[in-house]
Nanobody, 122 residues
């Protein structure tokens, strides 16, 4: 059983920065891809950063160039560095994991943390 616990959220003014952390407990296979999603009330959860076991990262346009996903494997910790924050980044942020098969992420996001709230004010 894998447990994911996010931390690092908070309130910040526009233009500021936050770094989110996600600590995993339990056994994590080396063939695992990780991601950060966010959810605004009334909207579906959306992926905002992805990293696979090779360290390849991907970002959607709204956060590209401002957000950076990284992982510290010995510490079983996933990070999301968020810079130049905007009010539209206000959301609950979740980390999640999925297995890889044949070298590709299945995107079967089976484990989720409880989320950490990020609020960006003007």
């Amino acid at each position: 059983q894998v447990q994911l616990v996010e931390s690092g959220g908070g309130s910040v003014q526009a233009g500021g920065s936050l770094r989110l952390s996600c600590t995993a407990s339990g056994w994590i296979s080396p063939d695992t891809c990780m991601a950060w999603f966010r959810q605004i009330p009334g909207k579906t959860r959306a992926s905002i950063a992805f990293i696979d076991s090779d360290g390849t990262t991907m970002y959607p346009d709204p956060v590209k160039g401002r957000f950076t996903i990284s992982q510290d494997n010995p510490k079983n910790t996933l990070y999301l560095q968020m810079n130049e924050l905007k009010p539209e980044d206000t959301a609950m942020y979740y980390c999640t994991s999925a297995p890889e098969r044949s070298g590709r992420c299945t995107q079967e996001w089976g484990y989720w943390g409880q989320g950490t709230q990020v609020t960006v004010s003007d």
